[in-house]
Structure formats: C-alpha cells, structure tokens
C-alpha cells in the first residue's frame, strides 16, 4: 500500500463504503455452546502440553463463548494492533501527520524481523504512512518501535487503552527490549540489526529466560481482551471511521499466520488480522497466536482469538490446532 493510497483511506467518504466489509442483513442464529465446547476443548486436549485460550465474538448480536478467555499470553506481533489504533488515533487527533518524516539513528534500530533495519543506513527516512504498513503487514520491529516512540512509549500506548476501558491488554516495552530479554540476551544492539545471535546465550541462561518469559505479565493479552479490542474496533469506538477502515485494511493485507485462523476459514471468507509467534527455541514454540475480524460470505462478521503458549513440536503443528480450532467454531456457530 502506498503512502498516497493510505492518505486516500483517511480523508475519503468514498473509501468508507469501498473499503469497508458489508454487514450481514440477517437475524444471525445462536452459537450451539454445546459443540463449541465439546470440539473445542477436544482439539486443546490433544495439543498439550501446550495451554490454548480461546475467545469468539458474534460482531452482530454481542454474542461470546470461550474457553480460558481470561489467561494472560505474551502478544508478540500482536501487540502491533493496539499500538497501530494508537498512532491513528494520533492522526486523527490532529498531533500527528502521516506524511511526518521520521530520521532513523543507528540507536533507533530493532532486532530482526526488521527490513528497516536492514536498508540502514543506505535508506535512513520514512513517513508516518510508510512505517504503519510495515509494521501491521510485515511485522517489523524497528518500525513498529519507531511508531511507540513517537507518540510516546509503551505507556502511552497502555493509557490510551485505559481511557477506552479494553482491558486485558497490556503494552509495556519496546521490541527492542522484549526480543533480547526472552533470549537472555543483554541489551539490543546495532551490531545485531541484520540477525541477532539468539543461539549464543548458554542453554541453561536461554531456558531460564524463556520460563521467565512466558510468565510475564508483561506485553500480554487475553483472549477476551482481544476480542474486545477487536470488537470496538470494528464498531468504530476506538478511531474514526476513515482510520478504523485502514487499520483492518492493512490487517487484511498481513502476510503472516496463512496455517492458522486463515487455513481454517470457509470458502469465499475474508480474514482481517495478525499472527503473533516468539521465535522456537530448545524444542518449545513459545508463541503461536492468532487474532483478527472474519467476514463469511454470507456477510457474518466475527471477532477471534486464538493463543497458544508452551507448544511443543513443530511450527507447522502448533499452527495447526489453530486452524482447527477455528473451523470448530464457524462451524458450530450457526
């Protein structure tokens, strides 16, 4: 997406209508609780030891079943969402301009992924409208730690949900900070922008990191969290209407997590969203999450969210028992 395509989705009446998803007509049925349990907890019993919580939202009549919705799991990528919804409501406010020119310095680079920090210092300026895509679509860390830092830090982040009452979300560090500390690294440095060596921490100092890591409260979310997130999102509660457009337009466009809620989605459905993963490390996936806005065919719009913590296997299985789990729950939904 282009700087000027994003400028157009923000100041255009036309795009409210072009880019937004068409609302069902329909009085939607009720979700059948009963299978939703039963297949549900069937797909997390068999992905233990890994812990999987679950949140589903019917965006039309408010209707919600989950299963451990209330568990703390450390976002990853996710935590770009609330930090996107952010930065628009900045713009939106009239504090920021997506045409703002952000000079990168070798201190502001972030470990990978991150093709920002890759093009440095051959390509060291961006705009506000350049950095948001690659972070929402790429999930790149120094772009999406650039963002934080312009409108404030984490904690400006973490406010701004507060005094929109989302609860069970939390942002409290840097990417910069939360990739190095789960590595039992010591602080990020510019040395490390093309590939950090996350293998070179003795065993025993990476396993005890990675424990402390995901008991963190830290940079976490609930299932229920999300989707309510999500929801006010999409009901247009947390930005203005042009900005709620671009922010799911952009999450349409991420190029992560195709195994997951994507893989397990019927034919002709549309799936706004973004995946959340820590990198695996001594056998374990830390992170394996999901969580976005499905629109069927038929024109039913869902709120989702699936995370998995502690999966142990490979990458490819764990995005599996996301997949199925959300097959589970379209299916049973009516």
Known sequence: MTA?????CLISAFWLTACGPQRSTELDPKFDMQAMAREVTAIVEAAKPAEVTVAFMDLENAEVWSHYGDTPV???DLAVLPLAAAVLAEVDEGRLSLDEVVVIQETDLSPQPSAVATAWPDQDRYTIADL???AVRHSDNTAADLLMKRIGGPGAVTAW???????GVRVDRYQREIQMEMAGLPSFRSAWKDEAPFAEAPEPQRRAALTAFLADARDSATAHGLIDF???????????PASRELLLELMEESQSGAGRIAAGLPRGARLAHRAGTARPDLGLVPVVSDAGVITTRRGRRFAIAV???GCRGA??????TLARTTRALIAAAG
């Not at 000027?4 to 157009?8: N, S, T, V, Y």
């Not at 949900?161 to 609860?167: G, S």
């Not at 990458?315 to 599996?320: F, G």
């Open 230 to 240: 999500l929801s006010r999102l999409e009901a247009g509660e947390l930005v203005s």
């Open 161 to 167: 949900l507060t005094a929109r009452r989302v609860r």
């Open 307 to 309: 995370l998995m913590r």
């Open 132 to 134: 948001l895509p690659r």
């Open 4 to 8: 000027r395509r994003l400028a157009i």
């Open 74 to 76: 450390p976002m990853q």
């Open 315 to 320: 990458p490819a299985d764990c995005e599996r």
